[in-house]
């Protein structure tokens, strides 16, 4: 990250799934539609498999406005560890998910940092409080979803 982070938001979650099904499951853009409510439209813009240097874009409803971002995953190794980071937004931004067996389930920790200036800055209390109660939803929501497939 060349900035300092404004707002870190980091999130700790067991779903009571195999770690395959998990990775393979938050790996695939598609599905950030369904477990994140937030989320109006995700995708990949590059071909082939999710690995270092898959771009793409999601629009995201933020304080019930639309924004969309891109982004570049900058580290992978299946079934460990998914980290990208923005190529183009509002509020320059890098996340990652790691992923843990954790006996027949998945330990996954999320975490997010921005990297903005000026006027964002000011509001990141605001930013980090509101922003990590809707992680915790999304991750609540996914684990919901996820434990409940046969």
């Known amino acids: 990250m060349k900035k300092n982070p404004v707002m870190n938001i ?10 395959a099904e998990v990775s393979a499951y938050l790996s695939d ?3 950030d539609r369904i477990w994140q409510e937030d989320v109006l439209e995700s995708a990949i813009t590059t071909s082939g498999p999710v690995g270092v240097g898959t771009a793409g874009y999601e629009v995201r409803s933020v304080l019930g406005f639309p924004m969309r971002t891109e982004w570049v ?6 079934e460990r560890l998914l980290r990208f980071e923005s190529t183009a937004s509002a509020i320059p931004y890098e996340g990652v998910m790691e992923f843990e067996s954790d006996g027949s389930g998945t330990r996954l920790t999320y975490a997010f940092a921005t990297k903005a ?3 964002a800055r000011l509001i990141d209390p605001l930013m980090e409080w509101f922003f990590g109660f809707r992680f915790r939803a999304n991750l ?3 684990k919901e979803i996820l434990e409940k497939r046969p």
Do not use: M, S
């Not at 980091?10 to 770690?19: M, Q, T």
């Open 140 to 142: 609540e929501n996914l």
């Open 10 to 19: 980091l999130h700790k979650i067991i779903i009571n799934r195999p770690l």
């Open 73 to 78: 995953v900058t580290a992978y190794v299946p």
């Open 117 to 119: 200036d000026g006027l």
């Open 29 to 31: 853009i598609a599905n």
